[in-house]
């Protein structure tokens, strides 16, 4: 799904296929809702949310109510009142809970805590999460960056003006296949497409800097057939890519030995301008062809 007129922000661990491992089956009397509505209050005492919701299709009309939450811990630490949210209401019997909930950042919000928007340590490095609500509206630049991509040369995101960019993020020892190495290969699937119409850049983003350095970056790189004129693999310090990802509305973190990101694919114009923005898997290579073709014609 697409959305184009908002600078958003995903909240991580929240995504169907966040490179998270996946949990057991649900029970035949559980059912789901898609719910729409803005944050009214937070109360992470109680891993509860007040939320003014539209209504919900068959299920309840529109109103202000109390929910508890279940999600990852660092959801309710990153929720602030006026967030506008969707969110998955699942019922079940007499109970009922929000999770996979996605703040869009429609609002503005105050700034994130010292330790959200900062460094956060685990048990063998540093580690920088990005900074929540920070992501560009649509229709402004994106801020300029400079990352090392698979070869070790430097790559500025201003070295692309004049041609449309899509920008992605991943992390190479990813183990969900639908997450990180499904969107290496729908990225596979439009380097192709672009290389017979002779135009555009696709830039790919670790989530997990430390680890993937440009030669990790490199072996990558070279079983996806990637041609680094065109389709560059980037890494840098914790701090640069955590501000690229920032600016872009993705934010990850590490659990387990594993990096839980947002699943996101962003399209910029020549111009450097953001012009759309996908968020989960349920994009496609040919959406991204046509808006790359599209901000040419703008």
Not at 151 to 159: D, H, I, P, W
Not at 241 to 248: D, E, I, N, P, T
Request: hydrophobic share 40%; net charge positive; glycine share 6%.
């Amino acid at each position: 799904m697409k959305f184009a007129p908002i600078g958003l922000v995903l909240l991580l661990a929240l995504f169907p296929a966040a490179c998270r491992r996946s949990e057991k089956p649900d029970a035949q009397n559980t059912r789901r809702f898609s719910l729409r509505g803005i944050v009214r209050e937070v109360d992470a005492t109680r891993s509860q949310v007040t939320v003014e919701h539209e209504a919900i299709e068959g299920y309840m009309q529109g109103m202000t109510m109390d929910f508890p939450v279940r999600d990852d811990p660092q959801v309710l630490r990153l929720l602030r009142p006026e967030d506008r949210i969707v969110a998955t209401l699942v019922v079940e019997k007499d109970r009922f809970w929000l999770e996979k909930i996605l703040t869009r950042g429609f609002v503005g919000t105050p700034a994130a805590p010292a330790a959200t928007a900062s460094a956060a340590k685990d048990s063998s490095s540093s580690f920088v999460t990005p900074v929540p609500n920070r992501g560009v509206q649509v229709g402004d630049p994106v801020p300029d960056f400079a990352l090392k991509d698979q070869t070790g040369a430097t790559v500025r995101l201003s070295q692309m003006r004049g041609e449309p960019v899509a920008v992605t993020f991943i992390y190479t020892r990813c183990p969900i296949a639908t997450a990180c190495p499904m969107t290496t290969a729908k990225f596979s699937k439009l380097d192709a497409m672009l290389a017979q119409r002779k135009f555009g850049h696709l830039l790919v983003v670790t989530v997990d800097p430390e680890h993937d350095t440009p030669a990790v970056l490199a072996d990558y790189a070279k079983k996806a057939g990637a041609d680094p004129k065109r389709w560059k693999f980037l890494t840098g310090s914790p701090q640069d890519v955590a501000r690229v990802a920032s600016s872009l509305g993705v934010l990850y973190y590490p659990e387990h030995g594993q990096m839980i990101h947002s699943q996101a694919v962003a399209v910029l114009d020549p111009q450097g301008r953001l012009s759309t923005i996908y968020y989960g898997e349920t994009w496609q290579p040919e959406h991204i062809l046509r808006d790359l073709e599209n901000t040419r014609k703008g």
